[in-house]
Structure formats: C-alpha cells, structure tokens
C-alpha cells in the first residue's frame, strides 16, 4: 500500500539555522499538507499546497516558513532561522483528488532546535 | 473558526472492553467532515474513521463505530473488543467542506486511551 514518506526522521539543528524537512506524497495525490505538533500538545494546521501554489497557510506560517514542490515527488517545509519554540514534531500528508479527501500522514519528523 | 474539544485528556479499559472517548466541536458551517485518528507511540497518524456531517447514518469500520450528533455538536468514538494495539492516542479532528475548503484539519487535544490486558 502507498505511503507517504519523510526524511529525516530526527533533525538537530541550532538556534538561527535553516532546516528543510523533506516528505514524499503518495504518488497520484494533488493536496499536500503540513502540520505540527509540539510534544504534549494538539497537532496544529501549517499549510495546505495545491497545482503548485500555497492554498492556505496558518498564523504560524510566517516568513519563516516555505513550502515547495521542487520536482514530481517531492514536497519541503523550510525553516530559515529556526528558534527554540519550532522544536516540534513535523507532519506531511496528502489527499487524492480533492481537498475533502482523507488525509494520509507521514510518520513525521522530529525537529530539536538547541 | 472552528474548535475541537476533547475533554477526556486519558482513558483506559480491559481488554476485551468497550470503551467510548468523547469529542464536540463548535462551528458556523453546515457542511463539513469528522474524523478520528490514532497516533501509537510510533507517532505515525492513522485514520481511525470518517463521517459526512450530510449523513444521518452513523459511520463504522470493524470494531469503531462513532455516534454522530449533529445538533448537539458531538462526534463520539466506541471502540469494542478493546485491543492491546488500541493503546495510542486518539484525536478528534473537524474539516470543513465549504467553497472556500482547502482541506484544513483542526485537531482536539487528544485522548490518550491505554487498554489494560
């Protein structure tokens, strides 16, 4: 069965450096997601992504944050000047063919800005 | 904008058990989309189960089954014949299907369920 895919599983990175978290959608979805979770807390919306371009994004992305489709598979969440508080656990999904479509998540990526 | 509430922060139950976690929401919109979803220690997220808010008809899959109350704004999941592999955390989330949808999903706190052999 398909499944979407991310590296790294755990990324370590210091205070002011930039990160790129990489996720691989199921291969015939068109909507791609990111969330994340901060540990004990609620998995929060960060950005929906569709035909190329952002369709809607959360107050917590900021100009911080980007997404890109840079080729046919893969999907990244970059980071700038990471900061402590984006210590998080990091997750993609994708739907088929509308928005409304269940989502399939990644196993996610453990983020630790020091 | 739309709230998730999960008021049960942990539950458990025997194995073999039927237990019920409990969600509600608050929301505008007529038209919109209910789910749950499990997250094991793995922390992977897995579709627990799914519910058209047009439908009357209570969603089930295998031993989940939520009751879906509309007016009352509640969306609570049954789980039967508990299993050692319920033991994750299960989420509560709400999407909305209006024109202006694209496929956002806000989440509840979370329950954590532990199942007890």
């Known amino acids: 069965e398909p499944e979407v895919t991310q590296t790294p599983s755990h990324q370590v990175t210091q205070m002011g450096q930039e990160v790129i978290l990489r996720c691989v959608p199921i291969s015939n979805h068109l909507y791609f997601y990111w969330y994340r979770q901060i540990l004990g807390q609620k998995v929060e919306f960060l950005v929906s992504f569709y035909n190329n371009e952002i369709s809607e994004k959360s107050e917590i992305f900021d100009d911080q944050f980007s997404v890109e489709r840079p080729d046919g598979s893969n999907f990244t969440l970059k980071i700038r000047s990471t900061k402590l508080e984006d210590s998080a656990m990091y997750f993609c999904a994708s739907t088929r063919q509308r928005s409304t479509d269940t989502q399939y998540f990644g196993p996610g990526t453990r983020l630790t800005v020091l | 904008a739309q709230t998730v509430t999960q008021s049960q922060p942990e539950m458990s139950v025997q194995e073999a058990e039927t237990v019920t976690l409990s969600c509600t929401y608050d929301t505008s919109e007529n038209n919109y989309y209910l789910f749950w979803y499990k997250q094991p220690p793995s922390r992977q997220m897995i579709l627990v189960i799914r519910?058209?808010?047009?439908?009357?008809q209570n969603a089930t899959e295998n031993r989940f089954s939520v009751n879906f109350q509309k007016a009352a704004k509640s969306f609570s999941l049954k789980i039967s014949d508990s299993q050692l592999g319920d033991t994750a955390m299960y989420f509560c989330a709400f999407m909305n299907a209006g024109g202006t949808s694209y496929g956002k999903l806000t989440f509840g706190q979370g329950t954590i369920l532990t199942v007890h052999p």
């Open positions: 519910q058209e808010a047009y439908k009357q």
